[in-house]
């Protein structure tokens, strides 16, 4: 058996369509309902209309990614009650149309951060890049958060001081926009840019985490798990919690999803399967003291979706994204220890063996630069990795 091959995809207006992926030999699609809000509820006709509409196609819905954890729930707010309730129900009609992996993740305000979302490699191909400094300039000095400069090292500051220095007014609001509305306008970000001053709105989510320390977002997503897992068990779900990415704090904000010890916590919190883990190679790598292998066998048992790309890491905490097989990630000690576990699981007769994986983010190349997609989504370059992920994983598996 070998994992099951997916892709992203982002609804009709994805420049890739659903008979594009059955092309390219895709068994699975990875989606959302986009179109309703955050918090709102997922009705059963609005999920079969598109699960219907997939498997026209001759593929499944084979992951929700992802069903959004809304900002009142990691803060506990006032109407907390009423989107734990929906966010319940949404489970309930997911399981009742077939859905079974759910993706979500506890990010406080930010979900992923990049900083220049077209790098250019010497191939000539574009990546996404994290540069800590330059991301450092825009927390301190250009969204000015008070305190933002006691939050990170003293060096990087001086590095971000100097670097907001060259900048110019036009250069500071796309660095700004790129990082708050650009990244996030296709994820169901909290700040959409549509009003005029975006940056004080998005100062405003980040002031409701006040007194919300690493300690007492943990014991938030203690108490969503107590409350969703329950439900996603008795719906046939099983949930997949997304790692941080970068895997480490930014805004003055806890990051509690970002290292093998964060993930023996979190499958403590709720003893089921349905209480997993979406396993990603491209964010988790970035800590280059968490092997990943490690982390394979410590949880492998509550994996149950599989984000597989690579990193180049640099200096200061930098990094960018690097195709698949090539980077910092031994993928092919990854992809084994992957392949062992699914194995295993097959050997127990669980249900869940499939192991849904997708290439996550790619290379620009090529015929992409014709093509209007989502930053870090090209066609072109993620099918290359699909293709290496593929012919890595069947060399594997013949020999195990």
Known sequence: ???????????????VTLSDLKQMGIEGVVTALHHIPNGEIWPV?????LKNKIEAHGMRWSVVESLPVSEGIKIRSADCPRLIANYRESLRNLGKCGIDIVVYNFMPVL???????????????????FDFPTFVAFDAFILKRPGAEGDYPEEIVEKARERYKTMSED????????????????????????????????????????????????????????DVVPVAEESGINLAIHPD??????????????????????????????????????????????????????????????HLRNNVLLPDGCFHEY?????????????????????????????DSRMPVRPDH???????????????????????????????????????
């Open 1 to 15: 058996m070998a994992f099951e091959k997916t892709w992203r995809w982002f609804g009709d207006k994805d420049p």
């Open 45 to 49: 006709d609005e999920i079969m209309k």
């Open 111 to 129: 979900d992923w951060v990049r900083t220049d979302l077209n790098y250019k490699l010497d191939s000539g191909g574009e990546v996404m890049y």
């Open 171 to 226: 250069e500071a609001e796309t660095l700004a926009h790129t990082i708050i509305v650009v990244t996030q306008g296709f994820i169901d970000g909290v700040v959409d840019g549509s009003t005029p001053d975006y940056k004080k709105e998005f100062l405003s989510f980040i002031d409701t985490y006040k007194g919300i320390d690493r300690n007492k977002l943990r014991e938030h997503l203690s108490l969503f798990l107590k």
């Open 245 to 306: 990415d970068p895997p480490f704090p930014v805004l003055g904000l806890p990051r509690i999803v970002s290292t093998k010890e964060d993930f023996e916590w979190i499958v403590e919190q709720y003893d089921s399967i349905s209480n997993g883990i979406n396993f990603c190679t491209g964010s988790l790598s970035v800590r280059s003291s968490d092997k990943l292998v490690d982390i394979i066998k410590s949880v492998g048992h509550r994996i149950h979706f599989l």
């Open 323 to 351: 195709g698949h097989i090539h980077g910092v990630v031994d993928m092919y000690e990854v992809v084994k220890a992957l392949l062992i576990e699914q194995k295993r699981r097959i050997k127990e007769g669980r249900k």
């Open 362 to 400: 790619g290379i620009k190349m090529l015929d992409d630069y014709n093509r209007d997609s989502n930053p870090g989504y090209p066609l072109i370059g993620r099918l290359k990795g699909l293709s290496e992920l593929a012919g890595l994983e069947m060399g594997i598996e013949r020999t195990l």
